[in-house]
Every structure is written in C-alpha cells, then in structure tokens.
C-alpha cells in the first residue's frame, strides 16, 4: 500500500535551516507528483511547494527563495531544504501525493523554529 514517512524535522533557531525528507512506497515514484503542506497550530493546512515528474517545481510565495523541493527517483524519497528559517515557519510539514483521485498522506514531521 501507499506509504510516506517523513523526516528530518526539529527545532531551530530563526535564520537556521533543516532539510525534510520524505520516503515513498506502494506507487510508481518517478511518474507522480508530490507535494509538501503544512499545518500550523490552529491554522487550515496549506500547500508550501510541489515538484512534478519532470522536476518542475512551484512554491508558496511565503517560502519562495528560502525553501527547496528536490526528488530522488533512485531513492523513492522527495526532500524539503528550508533555509532562512523564520519563526512563521512552526508548523507539522506533511508529505502528500494524489493517485487515481485520491490523497494520501505522511504522519508529518515537527518543525519548530524558535526566535
């Protein structure tokens, strides 16, 4: 079945960075886009940025220029490099992909940036 496990969050000071990562199975990996959300406490999910099979990517304007989505199709594995880190950027980031209609989900990884 469809599973994602992300990881990599924790937390850091302001200006800092962390990498997420994401690793897939139970789909064909190198066809499909992938996403990551996000959800601060007491806040809707929102979408941070997307990459395609292609390796074409779009970002939120609130992360773009600081965040960076890349993919390993060797690896099955879509990673989130967040530099600049800002306080706005605490949040649970979720790893998320649609197949044939449907969406699946990660557990979600923590990240908390401390000012």
């Known amino acids: 079945q469809v599973q994602l496990v992300e990881s990599g969050g924790g937390l850091v000071q302001a200006g800092g960075s962390l990498r997420l990562s994401c690793a897939a199975s139970g789909f064909t990996f190198s066809i499909n886009a992938l996403a990551w959300y996000r959800q601060a406490q007491g806040k809707q999910r929102e979408l941070v940025a997307t990459?395609?099979?292609?390796?074409?990517?779009y970002y939120a304007n609130s992360v773009k220029g600081r965040f960076t989505i890349a993919r390993d199709n060797a690896k099955k594995t879509v990673y989130l490099q967040m530099n600049s880190l800002k306080p706005e950027d605490t949040a649970v980031y979720y790893c998320?992909?649609?197949?044939?209609?449907?969406?699946?989900w990660g557990q979600g990884t923590q990240v908390t940036v401390s000012s």
């Open positions: 998320t992909i649609r197949l044939s209609g449907s969406a699946y």
């Open positions: 990459i395609n099979s292609a390796s074409t990517t």
